[in-house]
T-cell receptor, first 118, second 111 residues
Framework: NAGVMQNPRHLVRRRGQEARLRCSPM?????VYWYRQLPEEGLKFMVY????????ESGMPKERFSAEFPKEGPSILRIQQVVRGDSAAYFC????????????????FGDGTRLSIL | EDQVTQSPEALRLQEGESSSLNCSYT??????LFWYRQDPGKGPEFLFT?????EEKEKERLKATLTKKESFLHITAPKPEDSATYLC????????????WGAGTKLIIKP
C-alpha cells in the first residue's frame, strides 16, 4: 500500500494522559499536513511540516500540542495532558510539494486516527 | 473572512436520479478548488482540482464545474456505491497550502 499510513486507527486515553499519533506520508512526498475533524464539521488545518521543519503551526493550540517530522521515520502529532475536548478524528495528508505551486498535486489523506478521551 | 459553504447538508436520491451538489466560496483570490469524497471511517479521497472559471473535469458519473463564485459537482445516474460525503476545499490566493474546507454534503443513493 503506497498510500498515507496513519496509526493507530483508534486511540483511547484518559484525561491527563498523552496521545501520540503517527503518520507515514506517501512514498516520495516530503510535505505533511495535519487536520482535525469533528462530526458534521469541515476539516480544520493544524500544522504543516516538511522534513525536520515546522513551516506553519498556526492552526495548532500552543499549549499541549506539538508536531514533528524527523529526517527518518513518521511524522508525529503529540497531545499532552489530553482533555475531553481533544476527542476528534485527526487526519494526516501529504503532497510531493506545496499545494498551489505550479502543479496539479493535491493533498492525499490517510484514514485518520479516532481519538477518544474518557 | 475566507469561507466555503456546501449545500445541501444531506441529499437522498433514488438510484439513477441525477442531481448536483453546490460549493460556494468567498476567498481573496482563488488558486484552486478541490473536490474529495469521504466514506465513513475513511480519509478524504481526491477527486478533482479546478483552477479557473469555466473549467470542467469528469470522472465516471461525476462532473465538476467552476464559476467565479461556486462549484458544482454533478452526479449523473448515480449508483448506491456513490453514497458518501463529498467535501469541497478552496486554496485562497494568498496561501500556498492552507486549504479552507466546507462541511460536506452527505449523499445517500437508495437502490
Amino acid at each position: 500500500n503506497a498510500g498515507v499510513m496513519q496509526n493507530p486507527r483508534h486511540l483511547v486515553r484518559r484525561r491527563g494522559q498523552e496521545a501520540r499519533l503517527r503518520c507515514s506520508p506517501m512514498k516520495g512526498h516530503s510535505h505533511v499536513y495535519w487536520y482535525r475533524q469533528l462530526p458534521e464539521e469541515g476539516l480544520k488545518f493544524m500544522v504543516y511540516l516538511q522534513k525536520e521543519n515546522i513551516i506553519d503551526e498556526s492552526g495548532m493550540p500552543k499549549e499541549r500540542f506539538s508536531a514533528e517530522f524527523p529526517k527518518e521515520g513518521p511524522s508525529i502529532l503529540r497531545i499532552q495532558q489530553v482533555v475531553r475536548g481533544d476527542s476528534a478524528a485527526y487526519f494526516c495528508a501529504s503532497s510531493p510539494r506545496r499545494v498551489g505551486t505550479n502543479s496539479n498535486q493535491p493533498q492525499h489523506f490517510g484514514d485518520g486516527t479516532r481519538l477518544s478521551i474518557l | 473572512e475566507d469561507q466555503v459553504t456546501q449545500s445541501p447538508e444531506a441529499l437522498r436520491l433514488q438510484e439513477g436520479e441525477s442531481s448536483s451538489l453546490n460549493c460556494s466560496y468567498t476567498v481573496s483570490g482563488l488558486r484552486g478548488l478541490f473536490w474529495y469524497r469521504q466514506d465513513p471511517g475513511k480519509g478524504p479521497e481526491f477527486l478533482f482540482t479546478l483552477y479557473s472559471a469555466g473549467e470542467e473535469k469528469e470522472k465516471e458519473r461525476l462532473k465538476a464545474t467552476l464559476t467565479k463564485k461556486e462549484s458544482f459537482l454533478h452526479i449523473t445516474a448515480p449508483k448506491p456505491e456513490d453514497s458518501a460525503t463529498y467535501l469541497c476545499a478552496v486554496l485562497p490566493g494568498d496561501s500556498n497550502y492552507q486549504l479552507i474546507w466546507g462541511a460536506g454534503t452527505k449523499l445517500i443513493i437508495k437502490p
